[in-house]
């Protein structure tokens, strides 16, 4: 059997940490080239030693200090690489079969784009790739050869379902789907009632139900940005119209999603809440891997629930299917907007639902300003750094020209 070499980037977060646990009960398919992390070292290095990586990527030469005093061992250190292009070069590097895409936010994008130009295996954890680059990640996975598997829960179970690979060219249409439904948890607060929503502390819109993530996703999960970003990713994954991707909130998230097809059939994807499932099904496609998650008991489970999304209790969904139908620069626009109200709050310095608020009036600046054409990876992060300089003047204001403007 021949060896996969594999690089995950963003290897301390939970996918990745969900990523090197599947890896890791395969060591007859797998060697780990290198791996990345950007603040944890510790739990780097620990990685680092669990996989016996290569090499690892680290963003300034503090942190490959601290790297080096977390390391501790007689083992030979690996190669530590620093910096934004180490991370790009190693996204690209010959020898390497697959990419693990897990880092989180348009960080993550330069090294996405680099590894589809390079024909790479791309696994794709990193959902603003999509959202804020999808026409040019689109046509770099095209016209170098490259394969692109989808990671997250709901885009893996849509491709699942699916008749025929994306990779063979057949458009869907013709084989008769007609609509995608992303299924959607709620998240921790969606039983709450709408007034107390404003008093919502960080702690508790990351307390999520059913999902163990981090701060930031856990926090887009409460208010389903994360689902309105997901809509974005699966259009320009399956070539669907916003028209034809509909969110349904399901509570016990063993359905991930489902493919509609024109004869009234419905396929969904169904297994216990567990992000190694996609992890291993991307790792082995188009085999099969065991992935450590247990087998699915519906008759444990007892019943499964589908309730309608409530527009009020979650604005932000709305606000991506309108940032989808204005185009890309404005996909770019939410997905930064929601970057800073996200880190905002987590730090206190904004309340739960000036998050909605921040994105809304960046959308509105957005479809005010003279819109630009987005041909390359600069005209990107120009649009990007905009946006995110006028949400932080919305958030410095205390809030004033937020509430204004939405």
Sequence with gaps: MTLQTITILGATGSIGQSTIDVV????????????????????????????AAKAVVVPDDASAQKFRQAWSIEQPLPDIRVGAQALVDTAKEE??????????????????LA?????????????????????????????????????DSEHNAIFQCMPVCRQT????????????????????????????????????????????????????????LNKGLEVIEAHWLFAMSPEQIDVLIHPQSIVHSMVQYNDGSV?????????????????GFPERLASGVDM??????????????????YPCLELAYEAMRQGQSA?????????????????????YLDIARSVHATLNWHAQSTQVAINNLDDILAVDEAARAFARSCLQTSGLSIHRSA
């Design 115 to 151: 590894a589809a130009q390079a024909g790479k295996r791309v696994l794709l954890a990193n959902k603003e790739s999509l959202v804020a680059a999808g026409g040019l990640l689109m046509a770099a996975v095209q016209d170098n050869g490259a394969t692109l598997l989808p990671i």
């Design 331 to 351: 996909c770019i626009t939410l997905n930064a907007a929601n970057e800073v109200a996200v880190d905002a709050f987590l730090q206190g310095k904004i309340k």
């Design 267 to 283: 396929l969904a994807q169904l297994g216990n809440p567990d992000m190694r499932t996609p992890i291993a099904h991307a790792l």
């Design 296 to 313: 699915l008991d519906l008759a444990a489970h007892g019943k499964l629930e589908f309730e309608p999304v409530e527009a009020q209790r």
């Design 24 to 51: 890791l009960r395969h060591p007859d398919r797998f060697v780990v080239q290198a791996l990345s992390g950007h603040r944890r070292m510790a739990e780097l290095a620990l990685a680092a030693r669990q996989t």
């Design 169 to 224: 060219g057949l458009s869907v249409h013709k084989a008769g789907v007609s609509r995608l439904v992303l299924t959607a948890s709620g998240g921790p607060l969606r039983q709450w009632p709408l007034t107390d929503l404003p008093s919502v502390t960080p702690q508790q819109a990351c307390a999520h139900p059913n999902w163990d993530m981090g701060q930031k996703i856990s926090v887009d999960s409460a208010t389903m």
């Design 95 to 112: 020898g390497v079969d697959t990419i693990m895409a897990a880092i989180v936010g348009i960080a993550g994008l330069p090294a996405v």
